[in-house]
């Protein structure tokens, strides 16, 4: 698709674009923080590399790990934070599961 768009003269308009270096989403971390963090956790011996964002904590993005897991094993609807017969429910788990500071 690349290659047809610049052969029939097409250039890449950055403003068109909704997420790029220069205009990132919100919430969303450039890839060179990504690196950065990345590096940073294989330096500390994590094997496991969760990349945060700008909009939650690492508690909260924890607690959201650990209910979609549930998903898995309580047999819920696969993303069920977001479907109507759980959101009461996720609200809660992340209540009663959040640590008080």
Known sequence: ARAKAQSSGE???????????GKPAS????P????????????????YIV???????????????????????MDRPPLSRWHPDYTEDFTEFLEKNKTKK
């Open 32 to 47: 060179h923080q990504v690196v950065d963090f990345m590096l940073s956790e294989l330096d500390e011996g994590r094997f």
């Open 51 to 73: 990349c945060p964002d700008n909009d939650v904590d690492r508690e909260t993005d924890n607690l959201r790990m650990t209910w979609t897991m549930q998903d898995i094993t």
């Open 11 to 21: 250039t890449f308009d950055a403003s068109k674009v909704f997420f790029h270096e």
């Open 27 to 30: 919430g969303a971390w450039m």
